[in-house]
């Protein structure tokens, strides 16, 4: 009886090693670069976001706060993105989150009402994508 129950018991390993193993290969792709945060506001004559220029491709979260007394709307316009107009009211901000592929953007807030002068938009320079972030720790 020993001898049955101890090669059933190395059947059974043998089993569950062999069905472990899985494929010799497996799809091992790279993380994507960590998130770049951006901040910028929206005042009476402009938009500004910082840092504007020397960042590499990736995802980014761009926090953009209204300084201004009236309602705006807020895009990123350029590349190949194309996303709607999110509001943002007086005093408050607004989170845009996009991977943004090499090129030149531009922030642009608008108003739903008429205004006497256009609100000049900011300029965002996108290089060649950022190193990915399989090495960093700690990352969610």
Not at 33 to 57: E, F, H, N, W, Y
Not at 114 to 120: L, N, T
Request: glycine fraction near 10%.
């Amino acid at each position: 009886m020993g001898g049955r129950a101890l090669a059933t018991a190395a059947a059974a390993g043998v089993a569950i090693f062999v069905a472990g193993c899985g494929e010799e290969s497996f799809k091992n792709d790279a993380r994507p670069p960590v998130r770049l945060d951006l901040t910028g506001v929206i005042s009476q004559d402009k938009v500004t976001v910082s840092p504007s220029r020397d960042l590499g491709a990736g995802p980014f979260a761009i926090t953009i706060a209204n300084q201004t007394e009236q309602r705006h709307t807020v895009k990123i316009e350029g590349g190949s993105t194309t996303q709607p107009a999110q509001p943002v009211d007086p005093g408050d901000t607004v989170t845009i989150k996009r991977t943004l592929d090499p090129g030149t953007y531009e922030v642009k807030a608008g108003s739903e009402q008429a205004v006497p002068k256009e609100i000049e938009s900011a300029t965002l320079t996108i290089g060649a994508e950022r190193q990915d972030s399989n090495s960093d720790l700690m990352l969610p």
